[in-house]
């Protein structure tokens, strides 16, 4: 059984520029997550399918880019569930910065 996690992270970009941003980010991901995973990734529309592989886990999770947030939606799997709490605030805390930065400059 899965245990879901919702997360909004609010942007004043626009779809358009939140989408770039993500896209240019998303690469980064796998330093961001301790002891190494494997991320992969594909659009549907203005929605970012990733399943991400790390500690003989598979984690599915979809991020949905609107207008004015990003909904960040993650199913953990079995026994990572116990970590849905703090895995929420770290996506809350760090998930603009991840996600949303602006990696041009």
Not at 23 to 31: V, W
Not at 49 to 66: F, K
Not at 83 to 98: D, E, M, R, T, V
Request: glycine share 10%; aromatic share 2%.
């Amino acid at each position: 059984m899965s245990q879901p996690i919702d997360v909004d992270i609010p942007h004043q970009l626009g779809k358009a520029e939140a989408r770039r941003r993500l896209e240019t980010n998303i690469g980064s991901l796998e330093r961001h997550i301790p002891g190494g995973a494997a991320v992969a990734n594909r659009w549907d529309g203005d929605t970012l399918h990733l399943t991400i592989h790390a500690m003989g886990q598979a984690v599915e999770s979809q991020i949905d880019v609107r207008d004015a947030l990003v909904h960040c939606r993650v199913l953990l799997p079995g026994m990572l569930g116990l970590f849905a709490g703090p895995i929420a605030a770290a996506l809350k805390s760090q998930g603009s910065n991840l996600l949303l930065e602006d990696k041009r400059a």
